[in-house]
């Protein structure tokens, strides 16, 4: 034989490689053929392809892999128990960017799926080849090491804690001072995922200097974006008064307010969210959130969207209105209770159902003024007919029970309890009643009240 018909085996045999990766790859975006794929032995086929001398072959081997243990949990444990991890990890190292996306993004396929297969990720080396990856000078690299980062934070504080170690959030913070919007997102989006899990970790990222940076991209036009750093600063500040104090500070206030009325109906959720995170904590935060217009403006947002998207909203009317009498009467005036009256009526799903009830409790239990503010909107039947429906959650009629109860011990509008004298079970009538016995014959209550100092606090 020739030299060049012996090449030319050499030739065919390369072809024939890069033809059954290519093939994989594609087939593998396809869900129909993963089973097959599987069956057919794929894993063991493409692990020595990874070590292929064709730069082209090992990425498109990688990537085929990424697919497949992206589809579910089997397939990325397939990639973990056929030694795959080290080769993966090694060569992220060693190759060029487009090599490293490709096993970068294997790694984010596995880890996505459980907290044992982000721990396998860990224990064979590879968050310090991500961190190092973090400084790559090619962006779509420090993108896909952030990914990676991330979605193995993302499981637990042990994990979050093992990507701090290895030093990832100061680069992630240097990533989302980057031009390339794609890569701000994911690294926004790591740094929450590193921050959620407590407050010690929340303080690293803080520490770090990232509050600054997210606070000026709140009115950045890119939705995504704009999603992932209300989010961030979401999971930093519902740990502790102090962090919400130091978000606050970073001046969002009034800014995260217009982001209540975008366009994108995430960014109006995730804006509530932090904004309720904030005014949880104390009084204090929640009186700076009615004075820079807050309430009014989460109030419009409600009204304006439906179904999770009214969630955080409609919990942050609640936080507030349980501080005290006065942040209370700032929802009744900032017409609060006919919003989430309206979300109790027409809501389809419990929890949300829940959520108002809990809320309308909150604002109707401080004084008789509070509580004819919640009656007068025909809200006592609806709460009493949700608690008694068979169809209600256990949860909804938990908290519709106890909004009714919270409001009728202060309530002294007689045309509201009326109602109840006919349709309401003996545990609930027994609170109308007392409240019509303090309205119709308040002198017994003040002489028993003065002989006894219990009967008028048992309603």
């Given at each position: 034989m020739s030299q060049r018909q012996v090449l030319q085996v050499f030739e065919q045999y390369q072809k024939a490689r890069t033809q059954f990766v290519q093939m994989v790859a594609e087939l593998a975006t396809r869900p129909q053929n993963i089973e097959t794929l599987q069956n057919a032995g794929v894993m063991a086929l493409l692990r020595p392809l990874l070590l292929d001398v064709v730069p082209t072959i090992q990425q498109t081997a990688a990537l085929a892999l990424g697919r497949l243990a992206n589809y579910n949990d089997d397939l990325a444990e397939a990639v973990v128990k056929g030694d795959i991890l080290p080769q993966l990890v090694y060569s992220l190292a060693e190759q060029n960017r487009f090599y490293k996306k490709a096993a970068a993004f294997v790694l984010r396929a596995v880890g996505k799926h459980?907290?044992?297969?982000?721990q396998a990720i860990v224990d064979c080396g590879a968050l310090d080849t991500l961190v190092i990856c973090l400084e790559d000078f090619d962006p779509g690299v420090k993108e896909a090491a952030a990914w990676?980062?991330?979605?193995?934070?993302?499981h637990n504080a042990?994990?979050?804690?093992?990507?701090?170690?290895?030093?990832?959030?100061?680069?992630?913070?240097?990533?989302?001072?980057?031009?390339?919007?794609?890569?701000?997102?994911?690294?926004?989006?790591?740094?929450?995922?590193?921050?959620?899990?407590?407050?010690?970790?929340?303080?690293t990222v803080v520490d770090a200097g990232v509050i600054a940076h997210l606070a000026q991209m709140i009115l950045n036009p890119d939705a995504k974006l704009k999603r992932q750093v209300l989010s961030a600063l979401s999971q930093i500040a519902k740990h502790s008064v102090d962090l919400a104090e130091m978000v606050v500070e970073a001046e969002i206030f009034p800014v995260v307010l217009t982001c209540l009325k975008d366009k994108d109906e995430y960014v109006k959720k995730n804006a509530s969210t932090l904004i309720?995170?904030?005014?949880?904590?104390?009084?204090?935060?929640?009186?700076?959130?009615?004075?820079?217009?807050?309430?009014a403006a989460v109030i419009d947002c409600i009204?304006?969207?439906?179904?999770?998207?009214?969630?955080?909203?409609?919990?942050?009317?609640?936080?507030?209105?349980?501080?005290?009498?006065?942040?209370?009467?700032?929802?009744?005036?900032?017409?609060?209770?006919?919003?989430?009256s309206l979300c109790l009526s027409e809501e389809p799903e419990d929890h949300i159902k829940a959520a108002a009830a809990w809320a309308l409790g909150h604002i109707g239990r401080h004084t008789p003024e509070h509580a004819r503010a919640v009656a007068v909107t025909?809200?006592?039947?609806?709460?009493?007919?949700?608690?008694?429906?068979?169809?209600?959650?256990?949860?909804?009629?938990?908290?519709?029970?106890k909004a009714i109860k919270n409001i009728l011990q202060k309530c002294t509008y007689l045309p509201a309890l009326e109602p109840f004298l006919y349709d309401a079970p003996p545990n609930i009538l027994k609170h109308v009643v007392g409240q019509f016995s303090k309205v119709l014959f308040p002198w017994i209550f003040r002489n028993t009240s003065a002989e006894s100092g219990q009967l008028s606090t048992t309603y």
């Open positions: 459980s907290p044992q297969l982000a990676a980062l991330g979605y193995i934070a993302r042990e994990l979050s804690q093992a990507v701090v170690d290895a030093g990832a959030v100061p680069l992630l913070v240097l990533c989302i001072q980057e031009p390339e919007i794609a890569l701000k997102r994911i690294a926004v989006s790591a740094l929450s995922d590193i921050a959620k899990h407590s407050p010690e970790l929340a303080q309720r995170e904030i005014a949880k904590h104390t009084p204090e935060l929640s009186q700076l959130i009615v004075n820079a217009g807050g309430v009204g304006s969207c439906k179904g999770n998207i009214r969630l955080p909203g409609i919990m942050l009317l609640g936080y507030v209105a349980a501080h005290s009498e006065n942040l209370a009467m700032a929802v009744i005036i900032s017409k609060g209770v006919p919003q989430l025909n809200t006592l039947p609806v709460l009493l007919s949700l608690y008694m429906s068979t169809e209600s959650s256990e949860d909804l009629q938990v908290k519709s029970k």
